[in-house]
């Protein structure tokens, strides 16, 4: 029988953990998430993946599937937009019907001091046209080295998925997330209730009361 927990993953002799959870069957949560890097701009697209179907297991993001979709997409997003200026990563805020509709927020790194404030609409016209270039669905493999057409350079399995993806990307006019929004996304699902944002001068984290050093903060020990 499979013993890991949270999400966790059997590989046949340990549990292969989500973030942010270990233990020997995943079983503990970390008390302290650091999600600074989330406070970098953003822009959020859409794309639809066509050679996929939406399943009960994709609308539940703590499931091997949605998490073997994430990375997919992910691995995809990061050769399509290698070339943006300031690209950093993709992250997914929504799988919904429709093939797979993917909502994501594409990740930039913030802007160098004295950048114009245009710069973050020069970098989302960039994303659209460079999702555009490759939005024509191809016929690809596994076994295909490489894909036919404007996807040529988006090789394997990864590939398949390139070619479908952004068929009909947009930027969509969502409102920044909060930062107990945040928490809630990037803490652990069975237990993002505990967590709360906790803002240093450098740094924005995600802390439970087991967390050292914040107010009220609690003794907290093993069992």
């Known amino acids: 029988a499979d013993p890991c927990q949270n999400g966790g993953s059997w590989t046949g002799t340990v549990c292969r953990c989500p973030p942010n959870l270990d233990g020997a069957h ?58 943006v200026s300031g690209y950093r990563g993709a992250r997914i805020l929504s799988l919904t019907k429709g093939s797979v509709v993917v909502t994501y927020d594409v990740l930039l790194h913030p802007p160098t001091e004295g950048s114009p404030a245009s710069s973050l609409a020069r970098v989302s016209r960039e994303l659209l046209e460079t999702a555009k270039a490759v939005a024509q669905p191809q016929n690809c493999s596994h076994e295909a080295s490489r894909c036919p057409g404007r996807a040529e350079r988006v090789p394997g399995a990864a590939g398949r998925a390139a070619a479908a993806v952004g068929a009909r990307p947009s930027p969509c006019p969502c409102p920044s997330p909060s930062r107990r929004e945040l928490c809630r996304k ?29 107010p009220g903060t609690i003794d907290c020990n093993g069992g």
Request: glycine share 4%.
């Open 26 to 83: 995943c079983q503990f949560a970390a008390s302290t998430i650091n999600i600074t890097a989330e406070l970098g701009p953003s822009v959020t697209m859409m794309a639809r993946v066509t050679n996929r179907l939406f399943s009960e297991a994709l609308g539940n993001a703590s499931s091997a599937a949605y998490r073997g979709f994430a990375e997919e997409f992910g691995r995809t997003m990061d050769l399509i937009y290698q070339n």
């Open 186 to 214: 990037y803490t652990p699902a069975n237990f993002s209730r505990f967590y709360s944002p906790y803002r240093t001068r450098y740094s924005l984290l995600c802390v439970t009361n087991c967390t050292l050093n914040v």
